[in-house]
C-alpha cells in the first residue's frame, strides 16, 4: 500500500471513529451582578446582570449601572438639592429623603470601587459633560423614525393644538426633572405639550416638546435650561429654554 493510500484510510478511519462522539460543552459562566440605580436614588442590586445594558428601566423607573462616574453624576445632583434646601426650595421632607438614600448609596459605592477610586474620579468629574441616563433605541442598519408615544398633558384638558413627544424625549426631561423642580420649575414648563396656538408658537409648550431626536439637555438653572444640538456631531450648538415664570434679565417691571 503507498504512502498516500495509507494516509487517506487511517484519516477517513479517524473521521468515522470520531462520528459518534459528542462535543464537549464549555462549563457555565458565572453569573455577573451588578446595581443599577435610579435618579431617584432608587437601589436595584442584580444578581446576573451579564446581558443587561448601561440604562435599563426596571419596576418602571430608569436606572443605570453604578460606576464611579455615575456616582459622581448622582453626588453633584445632591449638591444642587442641598443647595435647593438651604434655599427653602426643597422641603425638609423630601431633602432627608434623599439624603438617607445616597448615604446608603456612597456606602455601596465604597464596598464595589474603593473610597480612594471613587475620589480620584470625584477630583476631576465634570457634570456638564457627563450623559445622563436614557433609554436609547438600539442601532438599526437603517435609520428609523423614533417610535411616538402617545404622550398627553395635562392629560385631564383638551387644548386647541397638541405637539408629539416621543418616549426618548420624556425620559430625558425625566433625568432632570428633580433638579429643574428644586429650582423652581413647574411640571407643566417641563412636560406640557398642549398649547393655544401651533407649536411652538406662545409660551404654553414644555421642555419635552425640544429635545426630541439628538437634542441633549446641558446645564439647569433657575431661568433656563440648556438645550444641545447634535453633541457628538463635532460642531454642537447650545440654545436655552428660558422659564417665563421667574424674572429674565430682560423683564422690566412695570408699577402702575
Not at 493510500?5 to 462535543?23: F, L, N, R
Not at 453569573?31 to 442584580?46: C, M, N, R
Not at 446576573?48 to 426596571?58: K, T
Amino acid at each position: 500500500m503507498s504512502l498516500l493510500k495509507t494516509m487517506i484510510k487511517h484519516t477517513a478511519g479517524g473521521q468515522d471513529a470520531s462520528a459518534g462522539c459528542e462535543v464537549p460543552l464549555l462549563p457555565p459562566q458565572p453569573p455577573q451582578p451588578a446595581i443599577y440605580v435610579s435618579t431617584g436614588l432608587d437601589v436595584h442590586e442584580i444578581e446576573d446582570a451579564r446581558d443587561w445594558p448601561e440604562d435599563m428601566e426596571i419596576d418602571g423607573t430608569l436606572c443605570r449601572r453604578l460606576s464611579p462616574e455615575y456616582f459622581a453624576w448622582l453626588r453633584s445632583r445632591m449638591v444642587t438639592a442641598q443647595a435647593a434646601h438651604k434655599a427653602g426650595k426643597l422641603p425638609e421632607d423630601a431633602w432627608n429623603t434623599l439624603r438617607q438614600r445616597f448615604n446608603a448609596l456612597q456606602e455601596l459605592a465604597i464596598r464595589e470601587f474603593g473610597k480612594e477610586s471613587l475620589q480620584e474620579v470625584l477630583q476631576s468629574f465634570s457634570p456638564k459633560n457627563y450623559r445622563p441616563p436614557a433609554l436609547r433605541p438600539e442601532p438599526q442598519e437603517k435609520p428609523v423614525e423614533a417610535p411616538r408615544k402617545d404622550w398627553i398633558y395635562p392629560g385631564n384638558q383638551a387644548w386647541k393644538c397638541k405637539q408629539p413627544v416621543t418616549s426618548q424625549a420624556v425620559a430625558k426631561v425625566d433625568a432632570i426633572r428633580e433638579e429643574a423642580m428644586a429650582k423652581g420649575w413647574s411640571e407643566a414648563r417641563l412636560y406640557q405639550n398642549q398649547g393655544r396656538f401651533r407649536f411652538p408658537c406662545g409660551e404654553d409648550y414644555g421642555l419635552v416638546c425640544f429635545v426630541d431626536g439628538d437634542q441633549e439637555i446641558g446645564e439647569v438653572t433657575e431661568r433656563s435650561i440648556e438645550i444641545i444640538h447634535g453633541p457628538k456631531s463635532g460642531r454642537p450648538s447650545t440654545l436655552r429654554f428660558y422659564n417665563p415664570d421667574v424674572p429674565q434679565p430682560w423683564m422690566k417691571k412695570v408699577e402702575d
